[in-house]
């Protein structure tokens, strides 16, 4: 079974930095995404930033220009560096890896529990 954790939230003020990561473990075959997506209070859980088994990246609006997701394929790990943080991108952080466990299996989608991030002054 596939497990995702995520760290790297807190309180930062608006202006500065973070630095999420995610790690996915278990009895992995094959990672074909990591994807990270946030939910502030009130909204619905929207992807930020994705990243693929081929390094092809994607950024949602808001964000393009400010976060850039990296992945290290040696340790099944994805981190998002989140620069000039305002007050809206204020949310829980979640990580999702769609992962194989088998050999010729289809990918499976597994959440992480999510890490908070909160940007005030």
């Known amino acids: 079974q596939v497990q995702v954790v995520e760290s790297g939230g807190g309180l930062v003020q608006p202006g500065g930095s973070l630095r999420l990561s995610c790690t996915a473990s278990?009895?992995?075959?094959?990672?074909?995404?990591m994807d990270w997506y946030r939910q502030g209070p009130g909204n619905r859980r929207d992807r930020v930033a994705a990243?693929?088994?081929?390094?092809?990246?994607t950024y949602a609006d808001p964000v393009k220009g400010r976060f850039t997701v990296l992945r290290n394929n040696s340790k099944n790990t994805v981190y998002l560096q989140m620069n000039r943080l305002t007050p809206p991108d204020t949310a829980v952080y979640y990580c999702?890896?769609?992962?194989?466990?088998?050999?010729?299996?289809?990918?499976?989608?597994?959440w992480g529990q999510g890490t908070q991030v909160t940007v005030s002054s």
């Open positions: 999702n890896v769609a992962a194989s466990e088998q050999i010729g299996a289809a990918p499976r989608s597994v």
């Open positions: 278990g009895n992995i075959v094959k990672i074909y995404s």
């Open positions: 990243i693929t088994w081929d390094d092809r990246t």
